[in-house]
């Protein structure tokens, strides 16, 4: 009989990174949300497509939310890997959702997220990135983003508003998404030599899991650590990964 784990009721969803499902019990605890993040070019956003993909190769609808790459060159980055986005939006299984921050709000954001998942109603979602979100609350804080994601600035001993707004954004923010019921990857930025686990520095605490990825330039690497992963058996080490004309692929233990 196979090995029981702790956690053999939960239901899993898988990432489609070869090796990765095996670390974390057969995939991602479904309904979730999962932080990935890294500093620039550790692979966060092909990590994120190739979930997608994955997704619409099994029929499991997803949308991909993004704020700072034109949607074209989206395309262009996912074809290099043989994922024809433009298709599989034709085919009603990938949604790119782009949203220009210098052009509306946080709030518009939300709402419209809100209404599309009410009518589209996928089962994976990827938001790319949460730090763009964090630093367009910043500027643009408000009552009404405050109001929208319930955030109180009572008893946060000598914050700055901007950052109770950020943070506040930012907890809101992964609440609702998990309300959405889709199993979701939240992208985070994460500066090098950073002491956090993403930019804003409350998400590692707040999602459910937080997968990091990391670039070794001195030894020409890349790894993957499982940092937390709720209702799941994982360990903790990290393992290497690399990409190739394939997407992400973690390299299995021996
Ligand atoms: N076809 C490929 N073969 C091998 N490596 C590739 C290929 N395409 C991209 N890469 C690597 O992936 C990196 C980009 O990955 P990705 O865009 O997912 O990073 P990111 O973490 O999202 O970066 P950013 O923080 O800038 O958004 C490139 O810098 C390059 O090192
Ligand atoms: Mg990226």
Redesign the pocket.
Known sequence: MAKQKGSAGVERVTTGIPGLDPLIEGGLPKGTAVLVT??????????GLQYLVEGARKGEKGVYINFDEQKEQLFA?AM??GWDLEKLEADGLIKVLNFDMTKTHVVNVIVELENFMKKMEPKRLVLDSISILGIYSQVSAGAELSQLLGIRSDNMGNMSMDDIVSRGSIMGLIGKIRGFGATSLIIS?LPEQSQWLSRDTVSEFVCDGVIV?VKNTALNKRGLRIEKMRGTEHELSSVDFT???KGVNVKEKS
């Open positions: 890294g500093s620039a070019g550790t692979g966060k956003t092909i990590f980055q290099c890997f930025e990825l990409i190739n004309g």
